[in-house]
């Protein structure tokens, strides 16, 4: 069975570029997750989504960066005009629902690198 | 959810037991105890979960005080593999229970 997919696993940009970041979920599984962790940091949540609706982003900034999950296709998060600050690696995480006996299983992350 | 206290870093030896401890004094009744632990270069991976009783599975064991103030998470048999962040996070039962809050986790380095 496959895990969560995240793609690319590398990613470069340039400042003032856009980033698109893909996360395919476990099979199944109608709930992703969104993460960041900076350098020597633990993660820190950014949104929760169930299929085309967003349902808590909390931890998204404001300015910048968006998140959807279509009905057909992965999830995407969105960076423009990325900074230096948002280097880092992203994070998405799925389960098939939200009941406490059903973990999130994350997916090996997108390493962003803004030159 | 409530906040979780983790030693720094511990060492082990490869083949021995790996206790590592975990302080949540301020969880509340219907918060479980996680365990996640991530590899470098890795994404986090789910290792356990519990509320009050202990538990075992294939990967390790959780074991919850009476007063569910600690946890312990145990791998029996350390190998080099293990060596990882881990992490021991409280989860609460409810819509707030969607994020997981991750802090600075146990760095386990299994020697041979």
Redesign the interface.
């Known amino acids: 069975n496959a895990g969560?997919m995240?793609n690319p696993r590398h990613l470069v940009r340039r400042r003032g570029q856009e980033a698109r970041l893909r996360c395919s979920p476990v099979k199944g599984h109608s709930?992703v997750?969104w993460?960041r962790q900076l350098p020597e940091e633990?993660?820190?949540?950014m949104v929760?989504l169930q299929k085309e609706n967003i349902?808590?982003e909390?931890?998204m900034p404001k300015e910048r960066f968006s998140a959807e999950f279509p009905k057909e296709g992965p999830s995407i998060l969105r960076i423009q005009q990325v900074v230096r600050g948002d280097s880092a690696a992203y994070?998405c995480?799925s389960s098939p629902g939200?009941?406490?006996?059903q973990?999130?299983?994350?997916?090996?992350?997108t390493r962003l690198s803004i030159l | 959810d409530a906040k979780t206290t983790q030693p720094p870093s511990m060492d082990c030896a490869e083949g021995r037991a790996a206790n590592l401890p975990c302080n949540h004094s301020t969880i509340s009744g219907n918060e479980y105890v996680y365990w996640y632990r991530q590899i470098h270069s890795q994404g986090p991976q789910y290792i356990i979960h519990g509320l009050k009783n202990n538990e075992t599975n294939e990967m390790a064991s959780l074991i919850i005080t009476e007063d569910r103030k600690s946890s312990t998470l145990i791998l029996p048999h350390a190998t080099l593999r293990d060596t990882a962040v881990y992490y021991c996070i409280v989860r609460g039962d409810n819509n707030a229970g969607n994020m997981l809050t991750f802090g600075g986790g146990t760095r386990l380095m299994v020697k041979p």
């Open positions: 969560v995240q709930h997750y993460y633990g993660l820190k949540f929760y349902i808590d909390s931890g994070f995480a939200t009941g406490v006996h973990p999130q299983h994350f997916g090996d992350g």
